[in-house]
């Protein structure tokens, strides 16, 4: 998505962002449930000072609160040539990266904060994505966690054919233990049963439940260290310029950590557990009227599913650049499916039902018209270059 500051900086719905929903939710609860829950962020280097400024300027009774932030690591890109430390003088900060989410487990241990948990009383931990809107504190889903003893819960949905390339939940046939496979840790020869959804039936949510005094007996007797399986990660080391080297990032995963525990496990949730916000199309639908926030800052899809949004690449795979082709979302409380292909501009107005197609074969920006699109396919680069090559006089007649 191209983004140069915190994903959960966002905005999503009525002008508040990712970060704001999360702060408002822990909020609710600690009043409608009179709990002191404990709000902790995991940044990276690279989006600390943002989320800091953010939380100060909004959210000022959470930024002064007792280890509201836990800093990630950071590592050096490695260069996909040669294998050594990348390097770029153009702007050096481009040459380090986080090591994943996986470094959460470290970063508790290496920063004293797991200690202080522990010590203040605190015994279990929700772990999930900022960009997940479905990951909310659910009670019953702790009080599943805490009956069953387990040192690691995590949570699992049914994959479907559109799940086949992510990563699953499988169990280790040397020791029985569930472990959690990634595309890029699977051999091409194996591609086949990887992608079977049959053969494997669920995906990881990245919704964890860790029992805290279990995680740090897990690390006492590793030494401090869980062994992670490790992800190359194949980017650009400008990842807002595909023309920039080649570099690999190492990374970990923290639902890997499930192999780590001996009595780890994992619960099968609602599918409306997960639902992140990967790519633009996945935010430009988000901030339609297909959703909505409740009274308890969450937000869940208005209509029984939400339509399919296949916005074209090459102008609206960045935030800003969608941003600045989108003077408003259109409505697709009543769609089944839009498509772009294009630079075509949404104004204030503009209603999708049914499937829509809208294909621009220019390279100029067309504005849509303020109206509805019912079930059609709108050729608006022909269109628009029939109106330019008509004659003067009979462009003046029809106006």
Known sequence: ?????????????????FLDLIAEQIKYTRKNFDSNVRFVLMNSFSTSDDTKEHLAKSHKDLINEEDVELLQNKSPKVDAKTLEPATWQQDPDLEWCPPGHGDIYSSLLGSGMLDRLIKSGIKYLFVSNSDNL???L???LLAY???SKKGFVCEVAERTAADKKGGHLAKRKSDGRLVLRESAMCPDEDKGDFENISKHKFFNTNNLWVNLPSLKATLDANKGVLQLPLIKNKKTINPRDSDTPAVFQLET????????FDDAGAVVVPRDRFAPVKTCNDLFALR?????????????LAVPSCPMVKLDDKYYKLVDKMEGLTEAPPSLIHA????????????????????????????ETISLEKKTYENTTEKLGQGKQQQQ?????????YA
């Open 389 to 397: 090559s008509a004659p003067a006089g009979a462009q003046a007649a």
């Open 288 to 300: 339609s009227d297909v959703y909505e926030v409740t009274k308890e800052s969450t937000v869940v």
């Open 145 to 147: 966690f805490a009956s």
């Open 1 to 17: 998505m191209g983004l140069e500051k915190a994903k959960s900086l966002l905005i999503v719905k009525d002008n508040k962002t």
């Open 134 to 136: 479905g990951a909310t």
């Open 138 to 140: 659910d009670l019953d």
């Open 336 to 363: 089944k499916s839009l498509t772009v292909k294009g630079p075509v501009k949404f104004v204030k107005g503009v209603v999708i039902k049914g499937d829509v197609t809208f294909e621009n074969d220019t390279k």
């Open 253 to 260: 995963a923290m639902g890997s950590a499930i192999e780590c």
